[in-house]
C-alpha cells in the first residue's frame, strides 16, 4: 500500500476538491463534483476490502473558513491559506473544474502547488470550445496542461438544434451534469485502484550562473508584458542579476506552444527567484499555477500588481488578489520600478 494510500484511508489525506468560490454556481458544482469524489473513493476503496475514515474529501470554503484559526494578530484569509495550503500538502490528489474564458487563479495556483509536490492532478474541463493558435488546437493554456496528470473533457453541449421548452432545456443541462459525476466518479475509482508510489516532484536542474531569477509576465502574449519584461529585465541585469522570462508564446508559430512551455517551466524550476505579473482583473491563469509551482518548491516569489482595486467581501476579505497568490508572495509591489528592491529583501531575508 503506499503512503498516500494509507494516509486517505486513515483521514489524513483526503481528495482536495478545488472550487469556485465567489459565487453560489461554483460553490454547488464543487459540492455536486464533491459527491462524485466520495463515490469513487468508496466504491474502489470497498474493491480493495479496505475501510476508510473520514474526511475522504477536503472542499474549500465549507472545510476552511469555519474551521481556521488565526494565530494572535493574523488575518482571517491568511489562517485560511495556511489550512488549504496543509490539506493540499498531504491530499490523495486534486480535483479542480475549470470554465469560463478566464480561469479561476486560486484554482490554477493550487493546481501548480499540488504539480509542484508531486500528487495527482485530475482536471475537469467543461468549457465546449479549445483555443487555437495559428491553425494549431490546444486544450488548455500549455503551462497548466504540462501540470495536469488526468484531463477530463466534459464540456460536450449542443450548440444548435436547441429546445425552445424550457423543461427540457432544464432536463439537457442535468443530464450533462450527472454525466460528469459519473465520469468523475469512475475516474476517481480507478485513481485509487492504481495508485503509485511514484512521485512526480521535479528536480532542479543544475545551472553555472549565480543569482537566476525568472519572470512569468503571461509568457509574451500580449504586447504590454513584453514591454513590462524589457523594463524589468533591464534593471534587474544591471544589479547583476541573470534574467531568464517566459516566452513561450513569443516563439510561436516556429516552436509548438507546449515545447516552449516546458522549456518555460524548466527555466522557472532552476531559477532562485519568480517574479509574477498580478495585473487584470485576475491573476493570468498560467502565471497563478506557475506561483503555485514554484511556491511548492519552496522559491521566492514577488507578486508585481499595479492595480488600486481590492477584492472586497467582508472587513475579513479585503485584499487585492485571491489570497492564494497574496499569502504565497514573499514581497507584493506596485510599480516596475520597485521590483529590484523587492528582489533585494526576498533574497537577503
Given amino acids: 500500500m503506499t503512503e498516500r494510500l494509507q494516509r486517505l484511508i ?22 455536486r463534483l464533491e459527491r462524485a469524489c466520495r463515490a469513487g473513493l468508496l466504491q474502489s476503496l470497498t474493491q480493495l476490502g479496505l475501510s476508510a475514515k473520514d474526511p475522504l474529501t477536503f472542499l474549500p470554503y ?28 498531504d491530499a490523495f490528489a486534486l480535483v479542480a473544474p475549470l470554465y469560463h474564458t478566464q480561469f479561476d487563479a486560486g484554482i490554477c495556483f493550487e493546481i ?9 492532478v485530475v482536471v475537469l474541463l467543461t468549457n465546449n470550445y479549445q483555443y487555437r493558435h495559428f491553425e494549431r488546437l490546444y486544450r488548455m493554456p500549455p503551462l497548466l496542461e504540462l501540470m495536469v496528470d488526468q484531463l477530463l473533457q466534459e464540456g460536450e453541449f449542443p450548440f444548435t438544434e436547441l429546445s425552445s421548452q424550457p ?23 480507478q485513481l485509487v485502484l492504481h495508485s503509485s508510489s511514484k512521485s512526480r516532484r521535479p528536480t532542479r536542474p543544475i545551472h553555472n550562473q549565480d543569482r537566476r531569477i525568472f519572470l512569468e509576465f503571461g509568457g509574451g502574449e500580449y504586447e504590454f508584458q513584453r514591454i513590462l519584461v524589457a523594463k524589468v ?28 512551455a516546458k522549456r518555460d517551466l524548466q527555466n522557472a ?8 505579473l498580478g495585473d487584470g482583473s485576475d ?36 485584499m487585492p488578489r485571491n489570497l492564494m497568490l497574496q499569502h504565497s508572495a514573499s514581497r507584493i ?8 528592491c523587492a528582489v533585494r529583501e526576498v533574497t537577503c531575508s
Fill in 62 to 89: 465549507r472545510d476552511s473558513n469555519g474551521a481556521a484559526q488565526p494565530l494572535p494578530e493574523e488575518p482571517l484569509t491568511k489562517a485560511i491559506f495556511r489550512m488549504d495550503i496543509e490539506r493540499l500538502e
Fill in 233 to 260: 529585465r533591464e534593471r534587474l541585469e544591471n544589479d547583476g542579476w541573470h534574467v531568464l522570462s517566459a516566452q513561450r508564446y513569443e516563439l510561436l508559430p516556429k516552436i509548438d506552444l507546449l515545447e516552449s
Fill in 283 to 318: 491573476v493570468n491563469p498560467e502565471s497563478a499555477a506557475l506561483q503555485g509551482y514554484m511556491y511548492a518548491l519552496g522559491r521566492k516569489i514577488v507578486l508585481y500588481h499595479s492595480g488600486s482595486g481590492v477584492l472586497y467581501g467582508s472587513a475579513e476579505y479585503n
Fill in 112 to 120: 501548480g502547488f499540488a504539480a509542484g509536490r508531486g500528487l495527482p
Fill in 269 to 276: 524550476i532552476s531559477s532562485d527567484v519568480v517574479v509574477v
Fill in 333 to 340: 509591489v506596485s510599480s516596475y520600478e520597485s521590483v529590484v
Fill in 167 to 189: 423543461s427540457e432545456y432544464f432536463e439537457l443541462i442535468e443530464l450533462a451534469l450527472q454525466r460528469i459525476e459519473r465520469n468523475l466518479e469512475n475516474a476517481i475509482s
Fill in 10 to 31: 486513515n483521514g489524513k489525506g483526503p481528495i482536495y476538491v478545488a472550487t469556485y468560490l465567489f459565487e453560489h454556481t461554483g460553490r454547488y458544482f464543487g459540492a
